[in-house]
């Protein structure tokens, strides 16, 4: 059972790499393959009569594994970002909101009317013209602004982020994006946008560190590779599905887009397929170790790096973060060098092109997060597997 179950997956992933990297018939065939063999698995097992032993083996697995992880869960003070007492409340607040960031939550929760009962100044990016946000901050904070803060998308965030850490002033986040992966690292209520404007009466300050890429902020992360050649595209705004499916062949056979490498004190990753500079690593929660960062303070950037070339290689991620295919490592600077003048990359979910060679660094602790005293806080991060502890700690009860 165990035999048929590993082999099944190691199909179906390698499966999955033949259609991202074929075209034609090829490409629909893997999608075949990639459907029946979990498929067939259950198959063979009902007709054996052992579909419930596999069910219960599952349950099992999925138990054990719930305990081991509450086993080996480290103290809250391991992985919760010290907070840091406000002595005294900002008197002008100013705050930037983008009104069709997030599908319209500005108006929808009344965020301008609501900041100014606190006394926020509010700047509303309302017009057709794009904005240069950088530079609205910067002029508010000439005219007396003492805290700086955005209701918009992660992208927008880092570019006043990086004004507010230029001056030492507190940064407010409110969840106003769609996705907002910072504020979620932060322990914001990303279902009540408003429930964030209370740091501006009642709040606490993180310190949290910065990433900078070329001199760009970043707070989230900067992608090379795939994912950044594919949002470049014009088409990819109007079909995503189908610029990523049309264009990941190329990108993965190496006949399209920059010949990378990434490169670290101790690391060189040579011509991968995508590279994922983060600000502070990720969690371990998937395949590729990535996941919510528990805290933005521990100094380092995250760097994971994907280089499959065949379905063997793809197959082998089962092995995780063993896996030949898979780079994942802490380092404080990262060069990323490539064969073209510019380099296509994604910052914060953003699609720019910088000149070779761009240069990802960390700045700790340059940035001064306000957050309400009561929020949803940041869950517990999933421990790492340690088989060595697991049986002290089954020994020694």
């Known amino acids: 059972m165990l035999a048929v179950g590993v082999a ?3 199909v179906s992933l390698a499966a999955a790499y033949w259609f991202l990297a074929h075209r034609g018939i090829l490409r629909w065939l893997s999608l075949v393959v990639l459907v029946l063999s979990p498929a067939a698995v259950i198959v063979v097992f ?7 032993v596999a069910l219960a083996s599952a349950t099992a697995w999925l138990l054990a594994g719930v305990t081991a992880r509450a086993a080996l869960a480290t103290e809250p003070g391991d992985w919760r970002m010290p907070e840091r007492r406000v002595d005294r409340p900002a008197t002008h607040p100013f705050l930037i ?4 960031s997030g599908g319209g939550k500005v108006a929808k929760f009344d965020l301008k009317r609501k900041a100014e009962e606190l006394g926020a100044e509010v700047f509303l990016i309302d017009g057709r013209e794009p904005v240069d946000v950088e530079a609205v901050a910067e002029l508010a904070v000439a005219d007396g602004a003492d805290l700086l803060g955005v209701a918009g998308g992660d992208g927008t965030q880092a570019l006043v982020a990086g004004v507010a850490a230029e001056h030492g002033l507190p940064f407010v986040v409110i969840t106003a994006g769609t996705r907002n992966h910072f504020a979620l690292d932060l322990g914001l209520d990303r279902e009540d946008p408003a429930a964030c404007l209370a740091a501006l009466a009642d709040g606490v300050d993180l310190a949290v560190d910065l990433g900078t890429i070329s001199g760009q902020t970043f707070v989230n992360n900067a992608s090379f590779g795939a994912y950044a ?3 470049q595209t014009p088409q990819y705004r109007d079909d995503k599905l189908g ?9 993965l056979s190496g006949q399209r887009g920059t010949h990378l490498t990434a490169s670290a004190a101790d690391l060189q990753v040579v011509e991968p397929q995508a590279v994922l500079i983060a600000n502070n690593p990720y969690g371990t929660g998937d395949v590729a170790g990535l996941g919510r960062r528990a805290r933005l303070d521990q100094g380092v950037l995250g760097v994971i790096g994907i280089n499959v070339r065949n379905a063997r290689q793809a197959a082998g991620l089962l092995r995780g973060a063993r896996s030949t295919g898979l780079t994942v490592k802490t380092a404080t600077e990262v060069v990323i060098d490539g064969d073209t003048p510019e380099i296509d990359v994604g910052i914060d979910g953003e699609a720019v092109s910088l000149p070779r060679p761009v240069r990802c660094t960390i700045r700790p602790g340059a940035l001064r997060v306000r957050v309400p005293r009561n929020r949803p806080g940041v869950a517990a991060p999933h421990a790492r597997m340690n088989w060595t502890r697991l049986r002290q700690l089954a020994l020694s009860a």
């Open 46 to 52: 009902a007709l054996r009569g052992l579909l419930w």
């Open 8 to 10: 099944s997956a190691a």
């Open 243 to 251: 610029s990523t499916l049309d264009l990941l062949p190329d990108l």
């Open 97 to 100: 909101m983008n009104p069709r």
């Open 229 to 231: 050649e594919i949002v």
